[in-house]
């Protein structure tokens, strides 16, 4: 080792301050750095496109509500003043999800003009939907009162041939005499107790009586019927418990293997998918595969066409709690979400999407006070009074894409701030967002700890349930000094990674560059924003409209602020009409001029 000169520690001392300031200074202008470094997206309109993937369709669940003082309108359905408002703005093109409440129905029995009223009622909105060109997914579920082994809507049917009878009464009518575009779905959750007091062989059960029944019909009358499938919590669940550690467990697996078995029809496979997370369907297993992955290799081996629908039948943003003040007073973090893990979806190959739900839940028989709607609702009042969220404007956003989606690319690619472009008819629409995950780095160690062994597993979860993961996330405790293997480490630390950068790029603006070429006609420029400046009662109004002239090379800078959405819609300005030519001719009698005169 160098011998040290002779008033060295006294030389440290006197810089220490320089030292720390140059430290700081280095930090500051890496904080700079990743505040002023810029996302770039070029995009050419002549360039490639595909057909706008279903995946960004604006599809919803039109649940809500939960109590309603009009006897025959279905109780667990959205106000119809909020129904009527998505119509108006939006239609009813895509896909929409509809529980069909067998038992309310049932109930209204004694009062026929009222439970026709209902039925009146649950039929005007799957007609509406179908004439506008939209798919109906008609959930099928609680069994009426009488049908079922115990008096409970939740109850599985003890009568299967009424019950039977039943279903395909209902099926017969709107799918065969009316001709309503309509998916069957066989129950909601049947792996939570709350929705389902059965056993596996009693959904089987009820599954059967669906499928045999559109099964029987579509021979009878050459209509197709599709039914499909399980509508469970989570694509792992099962009504036995059930973890990803087990994937063949799931409910989904062994609803192929019986309707394979069985030689019954399965037109889609349905599951929920609640999360914070936009790449939640990207969640490893043992087999180092997706879910998506494993269920399409369950249907080649079961003899099931591969590429027949996998739904995700109800969404969120959703962490485990009923009420979220980020879909409340914060629902610009919501709405923010929506575009990113629609993204996600897209990216691992789900087929369709169905966001949960259009209204709030409140006031309902069962006690559920939910705010999962796009809509905020004030039940204490005796006529309707609520509102839109910011999120409802993220679904006017999707509505605004053209059918045609750019393959074109941010540049570089970052799983926070967004980019993509669609082409319509006669528009270019831009659609850009900013969302960091709050848990990105719990999410992280849920979707990888299926590729630990049983003791890693059983240490990562013991950290998870602890407070010790709070502390190794926030620095306050070393990962080194873990009585933990290499693999656990090396996930920890990763996390800590993720978990730092969620600190940083949720409170940091991003600087994005759009760059378009070769405009050769002069656009009309609108821009809407989504962001913390409103979240509820938002109005859909461009916050800049200007117009755009030819030009090889036109560029927009935006600031995209964390938890946003921005949508540039640029439409071709229609052409001035040319004037009317007008025709002068000569009198030859008396020399006068005359407009359009003919002697």
């Known amino acids: 080792m160098m011998n040290r000169p002779a008033g060295t520690g006294q030389y440290f001392k006197n810089n220490l301050f320089f030292i720390i300031c140059l430290t700081l200074a280095v930090i500051f202008s890496r904080e700079a ?38 006897g025959d309108w279905p109780q667990g359905l959205a106000s119809k003043e909020v129904i009527d408002i998505w119509q108006k703005d939006l239609g009813f093109s895509g896909i929409y999800r509809l529980q069909y409440n067998l038992w309310e129905i049932s109930q209204l029995a004694k009062d026929k003009q009222l439970q026709e009223g209902l039925l009146s009622n649950y039929e005007s909105i799957i007609k509406n939907i179908s004439d506008s060109g939209g798919i109906v997914i008609l959930n099928l579920f609680s069994t009426p009162a009488g049908l079922g082994k115990v008096l409970d809507k939740r109850s599985p049917p003890w009568d299967e041939k009424a019950f039977k009878e039943l279903i395909k009464s209902y099926i017969r009518y709107l799918s065969c005499e009316k001709k309503y575009n309509i998916w069957y779905e066989v129950w909601n959750s049947p792996d939570l107790g709350e929705f389902f007091l059965g056993k596996k062989p009693e959904y089987f059960l009820l599954y059967r009586i669906v499928a045999e029944s559109a099964k029987e019909l579509e021979a009878e009358t050459k209509i197709r019927i599709p039914v499909g499938g399980p509508s469970v919590s989570w694509w792992f669940q099962n009504l036995n418990g059930n973890t990803i550690f087990n994937p063949e467990g799931s409910l989904i697996y062994e609803l192929i293997k019986f309707c394979y ?35 399409r290799e369950w249907l080649v081996y079961f003899r099931f066409n591969s590429n027949i629908p996998l739904v995700i039948d109800e969404w969120n943003y959703d962490c485990c709690v009923n009420l979220l003040q980020e879909r409340g007073n914060k629902a610009y973090i919501a709405a923010s979400y929506i575009p990113a893990r629609l993204k996600g979806m897209r990216q691992e190959g789900v087929s369709h999407q169905v966001y949960f739900s259009l209204e709030d839940f409140q006031n309902n028989p069962e006690g559920v006070i939910r705010n999962v709607g ?131 790029l949720s409170s940091t603006p991003r600087n994005l560059k759009i760059e378009v070429k070769n405009l050769k006609n002069t ?77």
Not at 54 to 61: C, Q
């Open 33 to 70: 750095f990743a505040q002023e470094a810029e996302t770039e997206f070029i995009l050419d309109p002549n360039s490639s496109t595909v057909v706008l993937p279903a995946i960004f369709r604006p599809n919803i669940d039109l649940s809500g509500r939960g109590f309603n003082r009009q």
């Open 261 to 295: 078995r069985n030689r019954l029809p399965l037109d889609f496979i349905s599951w929920h998918g609640y999360s914070t997370d936009p790449k939640a369907e990207k969640e490893a297993t043992l087999y180092k595969k997706t879910a998506v992955t494993l269920i």
């Open 374 to 504: 796009a809509f905020w609702l004030d039940d204490s009042q005796p006529q309707y009074k609520g509102g839109s969220k910011c999120i409802y404007n993220t679904f006017r956003m999707l509505a605004k894409l053209g059918d045609k989606l750019f393959v074109t690319q941010a540049k570089p690619e970052d799983d926070f701030l967004g980019v993509f472009a669609t082409k319509g008819k006669d528009y270019i629409a831009i659609l850009a967002y900013n969302y960091v995950d709050p848990y990105i780095a719990r999410n992280y160690l849920s979707k990888n700890i299926a590729g630990l062994n049983s003791s890693e597993i059983k240490s990562i979860l013991t950290l998870i349930q602890s407070y010790d993961l709070n502390k190794i996330l926030n620095r306050q405790m070393d990962i080194e000094s873990l009585r933990v293997s290499k693999r656990e480490k090396t996930l920890l630390t990763e996390a800590r990674k993720l978990n730092d950068l969620y600190l940083k």
């Open 523 to 599: 656009y009309i420029y609108e821009r809407y924003v989504i962001d913390a400046s409103c979240a509820l009662d938002c109005a859909f109004l461009p916050v800049e409209n200007k117009e755009v002239v030819p030009v090889d090379l036109y560029q927009e800078k935006l600031v995209v602020n964390p938890y946003s959405v921005q949508l540039i819609v640029l439409k071709e300005k229609p052409k001035e009409p040319e004037p009317a030519v007008v025709i002068i001719e000569q009198s030859p009698a008396n020399n006068t001029i005359a407009g359009n005169v003919t002697n």
